[in-house]
């Protein structure tokens, strides 16, 4: 593998809980479309060399026509993703024109993560022995498991966190673990569960609280209000128009 960073951006999602028939990446926040968001704060990260979005069939010309509007030079390519996330992110990753060393996974409805928490975790798979690396924010709340509507069992609170997006891989780690899903028909919500099934190591750094994931309505009213408070350090357009 090179000595580079690509990225991978997962925004094929239905976004049905958002209530729009819109789909949830083109809804405005602060004026810009979501994923518009997500790919500014990527292309803004100076290691990262390459980006491939992945979206609905029915939502590629769009997402062409709002890169090129905004002038993203690094976004590659955009690929057709898959009905679930794992597909949407094996396909991307089977689209890579380069030969990186790490790859960022990002959810597209993460429209707040700054560069520097990217820049964070490339910095920290860097520094570190393990194949992988996850985001997350410790769990404030006391989590209950439940059967049946009947609680069986309730964590330990202290060793639970609440996992978020990038998430940072060594390439060839997440490369043979998609490919060996994909042969055993193994199914994971994240990319970082497939590497713990094969046993690569994986290891967390902690995200940021503002770092919301849109999928609810309430999550869009809640980012407008960060957005217009400040201070998150995210990118913005530079004189597209948008």
């Not at 998609?178 to 042969?183: D, F, P």
């Not at 407008?224 to 990118?235: H, N, Q």
Request: charge should be negative; aromatic fraction near 4%.
């Amino acid at each position: 593998m090179g000595a580079g960073v690509a990225a991978i951006v997962a925004g094929a999602g239905r976004g049905e809980r958002i209530g729009k028939r819109e789909g949830k990446l083109f809804l405005e926040l602060g004026g810009i479309p979501v994923i518009a968001r997500s790919l500014l704060n990527l292309d803004a990260v100076p290691e990262i060399e390459e980006i491939v979005l992945a979206v609905n069939g029915e939502d590629l010309e769009r997402a062409d026509a709002l890169i090129a509007s905004i002038g993203l030079e690094k976004v590659a390519r955009t690929v057709e993703g898959g009905e679930f996330r794992q597909e949407s992110v094996f396909k991307a990753l089977r689209s890579l024109s380069s030969n990186p060393e790490i790859i960022i996974v990002h959810d597209g409805a993460r429209p707040l993560a700054p560069p520097s928490l990217f820049e964070k975790a490339v910095r920290a798979l860097r520094e570190s022995d393990c194949e992988g690396l996850i985001t997350a924010v410790p769990v404030v709340d006391t989590i209950k498991e439940v059967e049946g509507g009947w609680v069986v069992k309730t964590p330990e609170r202290r060793r639970l966190w609440a996992v978020q997006t990038p998430e940072c891989f060594r390439a060839q780690a997440l490369i043979d673990a998609h490919e060996k899903a994909s042969q055993e028909g193994v199914w994971a919500t994240d990319d970082a569960a497939l590497l713990e099934r094969y046993r690569y190591r994986v290891r967390v750094v902690e995200g940021e609280i503002t770092n919301l994931k849109i999928t609810f309505p309430i999550d869009l009213i809640t980012a407008e209000a960060l957005l217009k408070k400040g201070g998150l350090g995210v990118a913005v357009p530079r004189g597209t128009g948008l």
